[in-house]
């Protein structure tokens, strides 16, 4: 049931993104962007965190998730330092999957080249 | 001199003929319909160079030894050379025949290079003592998607307008030689834009240009469609092509049955998944300097109309929000030399 | 041909996308990665990792297998028919900063490597950060 429940959830993201793609002008880059900033404000507003239990990974996995998380790091981090959590509860929140990101591309960009299509 | 007929058109009043012509694709392109026709196929995309801008510079010096091979000719001993490409600042051009020493012009005209460069060789050989002059052009998928679009490895869709750009270059020398084909008219483009801004989307932006450059020709020499064996488009794609046949009707001109794209003879477009067909200044050079040229020399075409397209935006100004302004060069290939006409 | 006609022709001349085969790709491979991710978080949670790590364990996961894969240069063969399910995922971020890195590598590993590769994952960054800045200062405010 949690499968089930991860996978419909996030799918219908995706496919709300692909309806994007198709049937807008937005680029993937502004996509990608709106998910993100979506997801702060979702987040902000109380409305993401209960989607995310009931998907898990559904919801947590698209990038509105990115978004919820940074918005969820600034809550506790204002709660907890004040005015200086404004500024290091997001980069906090999301440090660990920058950091991945980051390093993975630098090996991999270092170990393999681009392919011909 | 050459005769100025109405406000675009020339008319060579010497004999200037193309001497040679060389060709080289990559492996798409030899897997294509006209790959048996290319002097060369290059399977390795990097053609042994370590980055994609290097590689397309090797494809214009092996198009320019292959031309110059079949003319028995060194390249030293062109006059001049014509040369551009898609690369910021022509670099494929500039890096790729630095080695040759052949007083070298680099012109942008974006994928139109190829007609742009044979309309100038054509007026230069016209109006000076000049005896052979070489144009050349390229374009490589690789180096053109990360000048314009994405990295090679992101994961995006290409939408069902997009083009393919051909890894390929063309070379053609034109010369005096009493043989076919000839050059007989040229005609300067101009800029045409009908506000299209989709990048993806480059034959609906160049139609316009096409459409316009035909109108100018038909009307200053006084002639029609019907009076040519082929008019052949540089990379104007299934898009584009339906849009010029469009435009042209409703100037009065059918092309239909008399029209080719170089866009649409490169690839197999129901096995290649190239979208709407090819593009890139490499494409009309090749197909051009493949299976067309040779078709002229032998008779099997009399009269041809080669335009080939440009899309003459960048990242930039797309960026800015503008739109895409679009451009063709026409010259006018026969291989029966004009009665009056001598070297 | 005005310019008004003109875009209603190209209109109609263009093929429109194949948007009954896209929408259901992009729902069952963004579905299936997200499910992949919910294997992992059970996984965690197994394992006895608490929420937030289990969290982190899956982004972490995705992130390293999408790289992989970009690396490999398959991720961007899959993507042509997943189209925004592999885009909207996590594994979409990782692929944005995974696939400029390799390609301007020729330019060098400081200003081609690695300035490059927020070229596209940049933007990101920079609004989901200013995002939550802004909502952090309405609730610093609100306390006051």
């Known amino acids: ?117 | 001199m050459a005769k100025k007929l109405g406000r675009h058109t020339y008319r060579l009043e010497k004999t200037v003929s193309v001497s040679a012509w060389g060709s080289i694709g990559g492996k798409k392109e030899g897997e294509g319909p006209l790959g048996g026709a290319f002097d060369e196929i290059e399977p390795d995309a990097r053609l042994g160079q370590k980055t994609w801008e290097q590689a397309e510079c090797q494809l214009q010096l092996r198009a320019v030894d292959a031309a110059c091979r079949k003319a028995h000719l060194m390249p030293q001993e062109l006059d001049f050379i014509l040369a551009g490409d898609l690369l910021n600042q022509c670099v494929s051009s500039a890096y790729g025949l630095r080695a040759f020493g052949i007083p070298f012009l680099g012109i942008y005209g974006a994928c139109s290079t190829m007609s742009e460069g044979m309309v100038l060789a054509s007026l230069l050989l016209e109006g000076t003592d000049a005896v052979r002059g070489g144009v050349v052009t390229s374009s490589h998928f690789c180096s053109a998607e990360r000048q314009f679009r994405t990295p090679l490895e992101y994961g995006a869709q290409r939408p069902p307008t997009s083009q393919w750009t051909a890894t390929a270059a063309g070379c053609a020398i034109l010369g005096r030689q009493e043989r076919p084909p000839y050059v007989r008219t040229v005609t300067i483009g101009t800029i045409e834009d009908k506000g299209i801004t989709d990048a993806a989307n480059m034959g609906a932006a160049m139609a316009p240009a096409a459409a316009a450059t035909l109108a100018h020709f038909f009307e200053d020499t006084g002639t029609r469609p019907e009076d040519y064996d082929l008019i052949l488009t540089g990379d104007l794609g299934q898009v584009g092509r339906d849009l010029l046949y469009q435009l042209a009707a409703e100037q009065g001109y059918r092309l239909e049955g008399l029209h080719q794209d170089c866009g649409l003879l490169l690839y197999d477009r129901q096995r290649q998944d190239v979208h709407a067909g090819a593009s890139g200044c490499g494409c009309s050079a090749s197909v051009l300097c493949s299976s067309i040229l040779p078709r002229i020399a032998s008779g099997a075409l009399g009269q041809v109309l080669f335009l080939a397209t440009g899309a003459l935006m960048s990242t930039t100004m797309l960026q800015q929000g503008e739109s895409i302004p679009g451009i063709a060069h026409l010259v006018h290939l026969s291989s029966r030399n004009h009665p009056e006409r001598r070297c | ?144």
């Open chain 3, 1 to 144: 041909m005005t310019d008004q006609e003109y875009a209603k022709r190209n209109q109609l001349a263009s093929a429109p996308t194949k948007s009954w085969k896209n929408i259901p790709l992009a729902f069952l491979s963004g579905g299936a990665i997200c499910t992949a991710g919910e294997l992992i978080r059970q996984a965690a949670l197994a394992a006895g990792l608490e929420e937030k790590t289990a969290a982190l364990a899956v982004s972490l996961s995705l992130i390293a297998a999408a790289s992989l894969l970009t690396g490999l240069g398959l991720y961007d063969k899959i993507a042509k028919h997943a189209g925004a399910g592999t885009l909207v995922p996590i594994t979409g971020f990782s692929n944005a900063m995974t696939s400029p890195a390799m390609e301007f590598k020729s330019e060098g590993i400081i200003l081609g490597l690695g300035a490059k590769m927020f070229v596209i994952a940049g933007p990101v960054i920079v609004y989901g950060i200013a995002a939550s800045v802004v909502y952090g200062l309405i609730l610093w405010l609100a306390r006051l």
């Open chain 1, 1 to 117: 049931m949690e499968y089930l429940k991860a996978f419909v959830v996030g799918g219908l993201f995706c496919a709300l993104g692909q309806v994007l793609i198709d049937y807008t002008k937005l680029t993937p880059a502004r996509i990608l962007v709106s998910y993100v900033v979506a997801g702060v404000a979702l987040g902000a507003l109380g409305i993401y965190q209960p989607l995310v239990e009931f998907a898990g990974a559904g919801a947590s996995v698209p990038l509105a998730g990115f978004g919820n998380l940074l918005a969820g790091g600034v809550k506790e981090a204002v709660a907890r330092e004040g005015f200086l959590g404004i500024f290091t509860g997001g980069l906090t929140a999301c440090a660990g999957g920058v950091a991945a990101a980051l390093c993975c591309a630098l090996v991999m960009a270092l170990v393999f080249r681009p392919r011909e299509k």
